[in-house]
């Protein structure tokens, strides 16, 4: 028997009649009456016996036809499947990041991308950014996010957005007086730094190096995020970059204001050239990039004031 036979056979017996079957699956009784006849050739035993211009089932067609309901349920369950892989509701999505990025912007944009596809099972690790590069190079991560990414023959970049740096102080401090910070206003003052190995914490060393001024530097981090929560602690104060700025209402202790000159760091993400995306990991890179969007434009616009200031 074949699935074909079995559908045909599984509407004869809901319906109780060939007319019946025929119409609920769309095609001609003599089609459906000779199907049934073929069956029970190949079977060698009676499916039916007339009775009143019905079907009636033999005990053999019952047993059957009992079985054949777990064929059915998985058939639709495959059918149900196959329409959520084809709306894209379904599959699984492997995001690799750098920290500072994987804590501020990655669960916002999964957030709004299960939304609409709560049945995407989508997982996100965090790493430098030579992790990121080896996951996706090696196929462990499907896209990988990272800041200040360079060349590499193997991917294909999609640029999310450009990212300015803002000085963290606490919210008690004399510079919060300030609508804009400038370089020489830190000359004197402890400086938490992300590492010179790290290319952002070399473009801001470089930044005061260009204005000629000597950082006191008290503490070196690896992750953005520490900066600020050391800075939280009154141990100094930072440039982080902005994205941050989505959990400052968390920090009410901390003021966050404007530096110049800026300081820009691009964010991208990367995929590998020699694999196509999937069609879910396409959308979440779509949904990746609006995201980034909404949130910068959201924070651009957002007034980083003393209190008091116009």
């Given amino acids: 028997m074949n699935l074909r036979q079995l559908e045909i056979f599984g509407a004869v017996m809901s319906t109780g009649t060939t007319v019946g079957a025929a119409n609920m699956l769309n095609v001609s009784q003599p089609a459906v009456s000779q199907m049934i006849l073929h069956m029970e050739d190949q079977l060698k035993f009676k499916l039916f016996h007339r009775h009143r211009g019905r079907l009636v089932p033999t005990q053999e067609a019952q047993i059957l036809y009992e079985k054949a309901q777990r064929v059915f349920e998985a058939f639709e369950s495959t059918n149900f499947v196959v329409d959520q892989i084809k709306g894209n509701l379904i599959g699984e999505l492997r995001v690799v990041s750098t920290p500072a990025l994987g804590n501020a912007v990655l669960p916002v944009a999964i957030a709004r991308f299960r ?64 609508a804009i910070i400038e370089p020489q206003d830190l000359r004197d003052s402890p400086f938490i730094s992300v590492s ?104 651009e616009a957002r007034v980083i004031l003393p209190s008091g200031s116009g």
């Fill in 115 to 178: 939304e609409a596809r709560p049945e995407v099972k989508v997982s996100l690790e965090l790493g430098s950014l030579d992790y990121v590069q080896n996951s996706v190079e090696t196929g462990r991560a499907d896209i990988g996010v990272h800041y200040y990414p360079d060349e590499h023959p193997l991917f294909q970049r999609v640029k999310l957005g450009d990212v300015s740096m803002v000085c963290v102080m606490p919210k008690d401090h004399a510079l919060a007086d300030k």
């Fill in 196 to 299: 010179s190995n790290d290319p952002i914490g070399a473009v801001i060393r470089n930044a005061f190096k260009q204005s000629n001024i000597d950082l006191e530097l008290a503490i070196e981090v690896r992750y953005h995020y520490t900066a600020r929560d050391l800075v939280s602690l009154n141990q100094g104060l930072a440039l982080v970059e902005s994205y941050l700025l989505l959990s400052a209402h968390r920090y009410p202790e901390l003021a966050f204001r404007a530096f110049h000159p800026q300081i820009v760091t691009s964010t991208e993400a990367i995929h590998l050239k020699s694999r196509p995306l999937s069609a879910v990991a396409q959308l979440f890179l779509e949904d990746l990039h609006d995201t980034c969007s909404s949130i910068l434009d959201h924070e």
